[in-house]
C-alpha cells in the first residue's frame, strides 16, 4: 500500500471527467513536501529541528492518514509536519531509516512481508505478533481495527466469460495479464505469489499510476485483473468483481504507525498517534476516501474534520 497529499490533486482532476471512481492510487508525482506543521496539518517552509516528521505515499488514503497523524500530534503539543508523496516502500523505508522521515501510516501483513519474505503468519494476531523482530531498529505502534487490503478485481463480464470469481480459478485462463503499481510485479502478493500459490501464469503486466487509467483499461480489456485496495470507492462505483483469496496471498492489512526509536520513546507522541488508531475504522476509511476522490475535498481539511467529529483536536 502506500501515499500522498499530491497526486490526486492534478491526477484525480484529470482522470476525473472520464470516470465515476475513487482512487486510492492516483497519479502524478509533486516534488517532496516538508516543513512545520501548522495546526491545520499543513506544511510550510522547512521542519523545525526535532519535530515529527510524517511521510505519506502517493495515494489519497496514505495522503489523508499522514495528515491525521500529523495534525493530531500538533493537537497535542508536538511539533510535526508532512513529507508527502513517498512512492514506495523501498523510498519510505530507507527515509525512516535515515532519520528523514520519522513515522508512516502503514500495513501490517505488506510490511512483515517486506522486512520477512519467509513469514508463516496469516491471522491478523500473528502478523502483529510477528512484526516487532521483523523490522529491526524501526518500531510499531497499536494496530487499528480499521483494513485495508489489497485484492484482485476484474469486470463483471470477464468474470463471467471466464468462470473466475477467485483467485484460484486464474489456473486456468491463458494469456493472463494483471495490473497494478509498478512495484506489485515483484512482490510476493503479485505475479510472483499468483503462481507459486495458485499455479496462475502471468502473460503479461501493466504498470499503473492512475486509477482511473486501470478501471478503464479493465473495461476496454486491455487488462484482465488488477490490483485494488478495499476502500477504494471505485470498486463499487464500476461494479467491479472481487476475486476470493482462499488460500491468503494477501495478508490482513490493519493499519499501523511505523515510526523510529525516537518517536516510540516520545510518550506524548504515542498517545496521540494511539489515540487515531484506537478511533480509526474501516467504514472511515471508505467515508474519507470518498470525500476525497469523489467529493475532491482537501486531504488536511478532511482529516482536520475527522479528528474533530473524534474530539482527537
Avoid: H
Wanted: with cysteine; proline share 4%.
Amino acid at each position: 500500500m502506500n501515499f500522498d497529499r499530491r497526486r490526486f490533486l492534478g491526477v484525480m482532476a484529470a482522470g476525473a471527467g472520464a470516470l465515476t471512481l475513487g482512487a486510492c492510487g492516483g497519479s502524478n508525482s509533486d516534488p517532496l513536501a516538508g516543513g512545520s506543521a501548522s495546526p491545520a496539518g499543513g506544511s510550510s517552509g522547512s521542519a523545525a529541528a526535532g519535530s515529527i516528521v510524517v511521510g505519506s505515499g502517493n495515494f489519497t488514503e496514505s495522503a489523508i492518514l499522514g495528515q491525521i497523524y500529523s495534525q493530531a500530534l500538533v493537537a497535542k503539543g508536538v511539533q510535526s509536519s508532512v513529507k508527502a508523496n513517498l512512492n514506495s516502500r523501498e523510498v519510505y523505508i530507507k527515509a525512516l531509516q535515515d532519520g528523514s522521515v520519522s513515522a508512516f501510516p502503514e500495513y501490517t501483513g505488506n510490511l512483515l512481508l517486506y522486512f520477512d519474505k519467509n513469514a508463516t503468519a496469516k491471522t491478523s494476531e500473528e502478523v502483529i505478533a510477528a512484526l516487532p523482530k521483523a523490522i529491526g531498529s524501526l518500531k510499531v505502534l497499536d494496530a487499528s481495527q480499521a483494513v485495508d487490503q489489497d485484492v484482485y478485481c476484474c469486470t463483471q463480464e470477464w468474470s463471467q466469460k471466464n468462470g473466475v470469481t477467485s483467485l484460484a480459478d486464474l489456473s486456468k485462463v491463458q494469456n493472463l495479464s494483471v495490473g497494478g503499481p509498478p512495484e506489485l510485479q515483484q512482490r510476493d502478493y503479485g505475479p510472483p505469489g499468483l503462481k507459486s500459490v495458485y499455479g496462475a501464469t502471468t502473460a503479461s503486466f501493466k504498470a499503473y499510476s492512475s486509477t482511473a487509467v486501470k478501471v478503464k483499461d479493465l473495461q476496454d480489456g486491455k487488462v484482465d485483473i488488477a490490483d485494488f485496495f478495499t476502500t477504494e470507492s471505485a470498486i463499487a462505483d464500476n461494479n467491479l468483481v472481487k476475486l476470493a483469496d482462499p488460500k491468503t496471498l494477501i495478508l490482513p492489512q490493519q493499519v499501523i504507525p511505523l515510526v523510529s526509536s525516537a518517536v516510540a520513546s516520545n510518550s506524548t507522541a504515542t498517545a496521540a498517534l494511539n489515540a487515531v488508531q484506537k478511533a480509526l475504522t474501516t467504514d472511515d476509511l471508505l467515508a474519507l476516501n470518498k470525500k476525497v476522490d469523489s467529493d475532491r475535498q482537501d486531504p488536511a481539511d478532511v482529516a482536520k474534520a475527522w479528528l474533530q467529529s473524534k474530539q482527537l483536536v
